[in-house]
């Protein structure tokens, strides 16, 4: 191990809650690993000892080693170091996955990311602008928006100073977005809907603001609207491989091609680990906080 990201459910595996892909092992912190391959199982193939390769794991990323299935991997880019590369795992595979695999964004739509200053909202935001989508954005500060603007944000919007969907109204001509990421909930949930077009596609990706919420049906009759849930935990093993395979398809190339790159906040030495959590649990980190094994 060289690096790790911390992503939200390290919070919960910290108090214990939260689960894991190994059976019987503890319940160590950890999901977005960067390293290097130290040995191989006699039946791996097209790995070689020395590889730099990242990957998305159910946890053991703060341990100084950690097994990891083959199928997982997928190579580290070269324009990107270990701790950049351990930005990448939660948050280009949950935004690539919500907005293509479930969503299926085309080339010319329009999408609108909340908490766009977040780790998969900063990769939502540069996966759709180098998708040639028009890109909507919502934040709790001009900073974090400011920012967004500077990696591919179109549109953004402090939804603390005014109705994103009366924006979106105004911005679309009354038609709303084809395309909506949601990791926010709560009171963001019926402007959401009102902000989708006529067969939008609304992707729930994390509830921050509440997971509890009503819901006037009669906005997704009239707008014929489309609402898909996503976890990347609970997954079965081939439905990481296939995504770790897609994304080293899809993905790695704009790394490579500098299109888009992971957003670093903050790296912590591991010994400082409290203090990353805080500041994730504080919600002011622009991207990714990272750990590093190194420093």
Known sequence: MHACGVSRPDLGMREGRGTTDRPGAPLIPGME?????????????????????????????????LAVHAGLLVP???TLDFEQAAAVPDAFYTAFDALFRQAALQPGESVLIHAVGSGVGT???????????????????????ARAHAIGLDVGINATQRDFADVIAEETRGEGVDV?????????????????????RVVVIGTLGGATVETDLRLLQGRRLRIFGTNLQRR????????????????????????????????????????????????????????????
């Open 76 to 78: 580290i880019p070269s």
């Open 123 to 145: 990769a939502a935001v540069q996966l759709a602008a180098a998708a040639g989508c028009r890109v909507f954005g919502t934040a709790r500060s001009d900073e974090k928006l």
């Open 236 to 295: 079965a093993l081939d439905e990481h491989v296939a995504l770790a395979r897609a994304v080293a398809r899809q993905v790695v190339p704009l790394f490579e091609s500098r299109t888009v790159a992971p957003v670093v906040d903050r790296v912590y030495p591991l010994a400082e680990v409290a203090d990353a959590h805080r500041r994730m649990e504080a919600n002011v980190a622009f991207g990714k906080l990272v750990l590093s094994h190194d420093r």
């Open 180 to 200: 909506i990421l949601d990791l926010v909930g709560g009171l963001y949930w019926t402007p959401t809907f009102r902000s989708a077009a006529l067969l939008g």
């Open 33 to 65: 690993i960067a390293g290097t391959v130290e040995a191989l199982g006699a039946a791996v193939q097209g790995w070689h000892v020395g590889d730099r390769v990242m990957a998305r794991t159910g946890g053991g990323g703060y341990g100084s080693k």
